[in-house]
């Protein structure tokens, strides 16, 4: 099972940026997502990436955010531009399958990082 650490997480006012990262423990051999969960809210993707590059977004970061990754260094990001205080969350990374149009997590998640957008 692949071990993620993800990291990049901080205070940033509205309009900011951040990166970022999911360093995975083992080559990244599967698709890969970002998710994030803010206080009293279910659990959410936020963007996906194929093993071959495709990428997928939910539609309240398209055009804001953009996952990538460096399978050299077994690394996946998530470049968020112009960040709002709904953006406020707890940022998880994780394996995923792709089932239709659904993405599935699969295995454990890692602690995630905090990200808080406000002024």
């Known amino acids: 099972q692949v071990h993620l650490v993800e990291s990049g997480g901080g205070l940033v006012q509205p309009g900011g940026s951040l990166r970022l990262s999911c360093a995975a423990s083992g080559s990244i051999l599967s698709s890969m997502a970002w998710y994030r969960q803010a206080p009293g809210k279910q659990r959410e993707l936020v963007a996906a990436i194929t093993r071959g590059g495709s990428t997928d977004y939910a539609d309240s970061v398209k055009g804001r955010f953009t996952i990538s990754k460096d399978n050299a260094e077994n690394t996946v990001y998530l470049q968020m531009n112009g960040l709002k205080p709904e953006d406020t969350a707890v940022y998880y990374c994780?394996?995923?399958?792709?089932?239709?149009?659904?993405?599935?997590?699969?295995?454990?998640w890692g602690r995630g990082t905090q990200v808080t957008v406000s002024s």
């Open positions: 994780s394996v995923v399958i792709r089932r239709g149009s659904r993405w599935d997590p699969l295995g454990s």
